[in-house]
C-alpha cells in the first residue's frame, strides 16, 4: 500500500549547526503531517505538524516545510543541540482517516 | 495525568503464554490508538478508538491480538498464545479526538517491551 517512505539514514551534525531530515510520501490523499522524535528507550514524543493547507510552519528551533507537488516533507532543526540526538519519525494521515502510517525514521547523531 | 502512561515497562513471557498490556490515556482525550515498533523499525498501526464508535481494527495481525476500552478511558491490548515474532514494542497513544483544537495530535506513551522467549 501507499506509505511514507523515510530511507533511515544517519545524520551526523555538528552542534551548533542546522539539521534537514527530509522525507518523501505517496499518498496524495494525506491531509496532516507530523514529526515525532524518539529518544532511546522512550515513546516518541511530538515536535511539530502541519496540514495539507499550509505549506510551512514553524516552532521553537524547527520547522516544517511541506511540498505537495513533490511529495516532500522535511523538518528543519536550527543550532542542533546535543539533546537534539535521536530518531526522527515522519508520519502522514490519510483525509477522513484516523491512524498515523510512519516512516522508518532517521538517526541525528550531534557532535560536540 | 501529565501524560500517557503504559504498563508494564517491561514484559518478558513465555511462547504460548497470554500478555494484556495496559494503557492510560491522557485525561480527556476521547481517542485511543496502539501500535506496534519492532526493533530499530517505524511504528506499525494496530488498532484505534474514538469515543463510543466501533474501533478500526485493521491493523491487528492475527486473531491472536485484541483490545478493549473501558469506560471510554483505560485500554488493555491482549496478545494470546504469544509467538517470538510478537517482541516488540508496543506503544499506546491518545489524542483530544474529532472536532477538538488540535484534536487529531497523538501523544505517546513511553511503551510497553514485550519479549516472548
Known amino acids: 500500500g501507499e506509505s511514507v517512505g523515510l530511507h533511515l539514514p544517519t545524520l551526523s551534525v555538528q552542534e551548533g549547526d542546522n539539521s534537514i531530515i527530509n522525507c518523501a510520501y505517496s499518498?496524495?490523499?494525506?491531509?496532516?503531517f507530523i514529526w515525532y522524535k524518539q529518544e532511546s528507550g522512550k515513546g516518541p514524543q511530538f515536535i511539530i505538524d502541519?496540514?495539507?493547507?499550509?505549506d510551512k510552519r514553524q516552532g521553537q528551533r524547527v520547522t516544517v516545510l511541506l511540498n505537495k507537488t513533490v511529495k516532500h516533507l522535511s523538518l528543519q532543526i536550527a543550532a542542533t543541540q546535543p539533546g537534539d540526538s535521536a530518531v526522527y519519525f515522519c508520519?502522514?494521515?490519510?483525509?477522513?482517516?484516523?491512524?498515523?502510517?510512519f516512516g522508518g525514521g532517521t538517526r541525528v547523531l550531534v557532535k560536540p | 495525568g501529565a501524560g500517557v502512561s503504559q504498563s508494564p515497562s517491561n514484559k518478558v513471557t513465555e511462547k504460548g503464554k497470554d500478555v494484556e498490556l495496559r494503557c492510560d490515556p491522557i485525561?480527556?482525550?476521547?481517542?485511543l490508538y496502539w501500535y506496534r515498533q519492532s526493533l530499530g523499525q517505524g511504528l506499525e498501526f494496530l488498532i484505534y478508538?474514538?469515543?463510543?464508535?466501533?474501533?478500526?481494527k485493521s491493523g491487528l495481525p492475527s486473531d491472536r491480538f485484541s483490545a478493549e476500552r473501558t469506560g471510554g478511558s483505560v485500554s488493555t491490548l491482549t496478545i494470546q498464545r504469544t509467538q517470538q515474532e510478537d517482541s516488540a514494542v508496543y506503544l499506546c497513544?491518545?489524542?483530544?479526538?474529532?472536532?477538538?483544537?488540535?484534536?487529531?495530535?497523538?501523544?505517546f506513551g513511553p511503551g510497553t517491551r514485550l519479549l516472548v522467549l
Open positions: 499518498n496524495s490523499a494525506s491531509d496532516y
Open positions: 508520519a502522514e494521515r490519510v483525509a477522513a482517516g484516523n491512524k498515523l502510517t
Open positions: 478508538f474514538q469515543g463510543n464508535s466501533a474501533p478500526d
Open positions: 502541519i496540514r495539507s493547507n499550509m
Open positions: 485525561s480527556g482525550h476521547t481517542a
Open positions: 497513544a491518545s489524542s483530544a479526538g474529532r472536532g477538538r483544537p488540535r484534536g487529531e495530535t497523538q501523544y
